[in-house]
């Protein structure tokens, strides 16, 4: 539980003037309850207000909340990597599996906050090292081919010891909150997202024989660039980097873990069979 709820920070779905209109009932609500509102930099844009860069943001609130979908909430999720901060989401898009509050039971949910009748859910995240450098992902790193023709390359080792080669369209590693997005569609398994281990899903394999694979958590993978072309290294869907041939990266578990603020009769379960339809058949 949070030690106290007197402010929180605020981040937009970005250049989506449509929440605009949102805003002030989402003030006036904040204010009934004694919470400041401060609004990330890029979001106070579009309300032609001033507002703070992330860092500062992270510094200064007690939680953030991110207003427009999933995809918002895992960016905010990766860009506070390393804040230790909860992630409130409110959802102004189509169902989805990480933001489970919409703008009509926004109000609600504030006042049970404000008596702790709330859970934080703690979900494991991906470091991904590159030339020294660590970057973090929320769902999911996939290395992929930049265009359409050819096929990716790459080697595969756990604790440096050969684990794998992949040849086809690329492979995606997967967080268990990951693995129901693009890892679910190239036919990886579906994973409890507050349970830990890494999904291994090859995409569109050349060898009939590559299957998905979870891992310990506790496993390094090292992936090289076998190839003849570079390819491309993408976090979440959102941060692309390049991995030039001859080239490797290391994936593993993050050391800190995204924290998400939910309802407390939140059910895991029940976004799978409204999102997947589990169960459903024709009579």
């Not at 570079?230 to 979440?236: A, E, M």
């Amino acid at each position: 539980m949070l030690d106290k709820i007197k402010t929180v920070g605020v981040v937009f779905k970005p250049d989506d003037t449509t929440l605009i209109k949102n805003y002030n009932q989402i003030l006036e609500i904040l204010k009934r309850y004694d919470i400041e509102l401060l609004l990330e930099k890029n979001s106070a844009k579009l309300l032609n207000k001033t507002g703070l860069d992330f860092d500062r943001l992270c510094k200064n609130c007690d939680f953030l909340l991110s207003i427009g979908g999933d995809g918002t909430i895992i960016s905010t999720a990766r860009k506070a990597y390393g804040y230790d901060i909860p992630i409130l989401g409110i959802n102004f898009g189509k169902l989805g599996f990480l933001v489970d509050i919409v703008q009509d039971e926004f109000e609600s949910f504030i006042k049970d906050m404000k008596i702790k009748n709330y859970k934080i859910d703690k979900r494991m995240m991906l470091q991904l090292t590159q030339n020294k450098e660590r970057f973090y992902s929320f769902n999911d790193i996939v290395i992929c081919k930049k265009s359409m023709k050819g096929l990716v390359d790459i080697s595969a080792k756990i604790q440096s010891k050969k684990f794998n080669h992949y040849r086809g369209d690329g492979v995606i590693i997967s967080t268990p909150t990951g693995s129901t997005a693009y890892n679910l569609s190239c036919g990886g398994p579906v994973v409890y997202p507050l349970g830990c281990g890494i999904i291994v899903t090859p995409i569109s394999a050349h060898s009939l024989t590559q299957r998905p694979v979870v891992l310990p958590q506790s496993f390094e993978l090292e992936f090289e660039n076998c190839g003849k072309e570079d390819v491309l290294v993408i976090l979440d869907g959102q941060e692309v980097k390049e991995l030039n041939i001859g080239e490797t990266i290391f994936i593993s578990q993050a050391p800190k873990k995204a924290r998400l603020i939910h309802k407390t009769e939140k059910n895991y379960f029940d976004s799978l069979n409204k999102k997947l339809r589990w169960g459903d058949y024709d009579r």
